[in-house]
Structure formats: C-alpha cells, structure tokens
C-alpha cells in the first residue's frame, strides 16, 4: 500500500467508527421505544449492506492480485491464506457483479 493510500485508508477508518459512535449515541438518545427499535432496524439494513459492500471490494481485491500475478488458485489460496475453493468462490463472486 503506498503512503498516501495507507494515510488515506487510516483517516477513513478513524472517521468510520467516530460515525458509527455518533449513530450509537444517537440512537441511545432516543426516547421513544418505538422509534429507537424503528431506527435501529433501519442502522441495521445500512449495516449490513455496508458488509456486503466491503465482501464484494474483497472479492475485487482478489480478483486484481490473481490477474496481476498471474497465478493458479491453488497458488492465489496459499498467498491469501485461504483454500482454493475460497479463493474460487472469490472471483466468482467478483464476476457476477461484472466491475
């Protein structure tokens, strides 16, 4: 990772999860036990597709390496430390989305 995109990466993850503290404090302030469970079912959806969001950039991570390297599965698993069928699936599902 250059410096610049590490710098960069840091200052976004201090900012993420000072965000996710502000949405915890401001969901504890809720009064109304109605509208706290409403706005904790929607956190939630956000959340999630947050994860599934940060799954796929994975998924073209491993995708960059193995067309960047050139290399089997077998090998891609063993770089990544993860098993063949792992890293199969990965680029799999970076195909479906097609980006």
């Known amino acids: 990772m250059s410096s610049d995109a590490a710098t960069d990466y840091a200052l976004a993850k201090v ?4 965000a996710y503290a502000a ?8 009064e109304d036990p ?3 469970y409403a706005l904790v079912t929607e956190a939630g959806d956000l ?5 599934e969001d940060i799954a796929h ?4 991570s491993v995708r960059r390496i193995y067309a960047a390297e ?6 891609l698993g ?3 430390s993860m098993s063949k069928g792992r890293a199969d ?6 195909e479906k989305t097609g980006a």
């Open 47 to 51: 959340l999630r597709a947050l994860a």
């Open 57 to 60: 950039q994975r998924a073209l």
């Open 89 to 94: 699936q990965l680029l799999k599902a970076a």
């Open 15 to 18: 900012r993420l999860k000072d």
């Open 34 to 36: 109605y509208e706290a």
């Open 78 to 80: 063993d770089r990544l």
């Open 23 to 30: 949405l915890i404090a401001a969901l504890d302030a809720c």
């Open 70 to 75: 050139e290399l089997t599965l077998l090998e």
